[in-house]
Nanobody
C-alpha cells in the first residue's frame, strides 16, 4: 500500500504561482511513476504531469507545458508540482497519484493509488 497526501493548494490571482506537495508513505516508491491530475466541477479528471521516481523522466500535456514543473525529493519521499503563470482555467481539485511501473502514465485508470486532493482556485 502507498499513501499519498497532497498539500499546498489555495487561492491565487491569475499570473501567480503555487507549489503543491505530495508526500508518499508506505511502500517505497523508487520503482513507481508519480502523477498529478486535476478535476474541475462537471469535467473529467485531466492529466497534468508525471515523473518516474527512478530516473526523473517527466511528461506534460500542452495545456501546462512551460508553466508547470514536476519534481521529486528522494530524501523526503515527496513529489512537487510548481505551477507558474496560473490561469483561471487551472482552477480545480488537484490529485496526486502513483503506480508501480517504469513507464510514464497519463490516464487516470492507469494509477492505483490516489491522494485526497487539494483545491486550487485562480481568480481573474
Amino acid at each position: 500500500q502507498v499513501q499519498l497526501v497532497e498539500s499546498g493548494g489555495g487561492l491565487v490571482q491569475a499570473g501567480g504561482s503555487l507549489r503543491l506537495s505530495c508526500a508518499a508513505s508506505g511502500r517505497t516508491v523508487s520503482s513507481y511513476v508519480l502523477g498529478w491530475f486535476r478535476q474541475a466541477p462537471g469535467k473529467e479528471r485531466e492529466f497534468v504531469a508525471a515523473i518516474l521516481w527512478s530516473g526523473a523522466s517527466t511528461t506534460y500535456p500542452t495545456s501546462v507545458k512551460g508553466r508547470f514543473t514536476i519534481s521529486r525529493d528522494n530524501a523526503k519521499n515527496t513529489v512537487y508540482l510548481q505551477m507558474n503563470s496560473l490561469k483561471p482555467e487551472d482552477t480545480a481539485v488537484y490529485y496526486c497519484a502513483a503506480d508501480r511501473t517504469a513507464m510514464l502514465r497519463t490516464t487516470p485508470y492507469e494509477y492505483q493509488y490516489w491522494g485526497q486532493g487539494t483545491q486550487v482556485t485562480v481568480s481573474s
